[in-house]
């Protein structure tokens, strides 16, 4: 066309995009296996080179759906002893008592005596509850896939005191039922967050410019998943109020899919 490319090379690849790539491959080598075991094993190999190319990290907790779905892709029982001392990690954070000048909130992880995953509110940051979200996810598929381990039971009740003493307190924050981005301690982040409860307050949107739509949708899989794990089909009816946001019940009366919706 005549016109200069405008495009750029970003050297920097986050270790989260790394481990959305290898559960992706890993999820496709299973639903590939029957059907096309040669492409099915080229996809693990790839998850797999990647996961050893990657970094130690600073801690398991930090790697659990990843070494969730090579456990799934693979049968290797050192896969799944790494998923469960990561979901150990992160209920060792997990708070269980009144903190933050108030008891109305509890269920979410601690770090450095902060509300955890708000990643320093740079760049995507400020968005820590879809970041439970995650942990929520985890914690129900480990219910799932390892009904009968030593730490079933501690995995249900931290998943029921993370659905219930903060998702759906805050899901309940908005008439539409839809999961606000952020939660932290006053001084702690963005000083026009919105009081909440003690020295906690709260935004719908994270710091930068960018919607809360993958988020949303994610936490919908999330709640839908803790549903089957727990038997409880609340947490799907809050994960369908997700998607009825992005189809078009919000303030706005607009879906954001086009062609579907209101």
């Not at 998943?159 to 981005?181: F, H, Q």
Request: charged letters at 20%.
């Amino acid at each position: 066309s005549g016109t200069a490319d405008d495009r750029h090379l970003d050297p920097v690849i986050f270790p989260s995009t790394q481990h959305s790539y290898i559960q992706a491959q890993c999820a496709l080598s299973r639903a590939l296996r029957s059907r096309n075991p040669d492409l099915a094993a080229r996809t693990l190999a790839s998850a797999q080179g990647v996961w050893k190319r990657l970094p130690e990290p600073a801690s398991p907790a930090d790697s659990v759906g990843s070494t969730m779905e090579l456990w799934r892709a693979t049968g290797d029982a050192s896969f799944r002893d790494q998923a469960t001392a990561g979901l150990r990690a992160l209920l060792d954070r997990q708070c269980t008592s009144a903190r933050f000048g108030q008891d109305r909130f509890r269920g979410f992880l601690v770090e450095n005596d902060e509300i955890a995953f708000n990643a320093g509110f740079t760049g995507r940051g400020g968005r820590n509850l879809f970041a439970h979200m995650t942990v929520a996810e985890q914690l129900a598929r480990a219910l799932l896939l390892w009904p009968k381990a030593e730490d079933a039971s501690r995995w249900r009740d931290g998943l029921i005191l993370l659905l219930e003493g903060l998702i759906e307190p805050m899901l309940r924050l908005s008439p539409y039922r839809a999961l606000p981005a952020c939660l932290y301690a006053a001084g702690k982040g963005p000083a026009n967050g919105r009081p909440l409860a003690g020295d906690l307050v709260f935004r719908y949107f994270g710091v930068e410019a960018e919607g809360n739509n993958n988020g949303l949708l994610d936490s919908a899989a999330a709640l839908a998943l803790a549903a089957r794990a727990l038997g409880q089909p609340r947490w799907a009816a809050y994960g369908q109020k997700q998607l009825e946001w992005v189809l078009g019940f919000n303030p706005f009366d607009a879906s954001m899919l086009t062609g579907l919706g209101y």
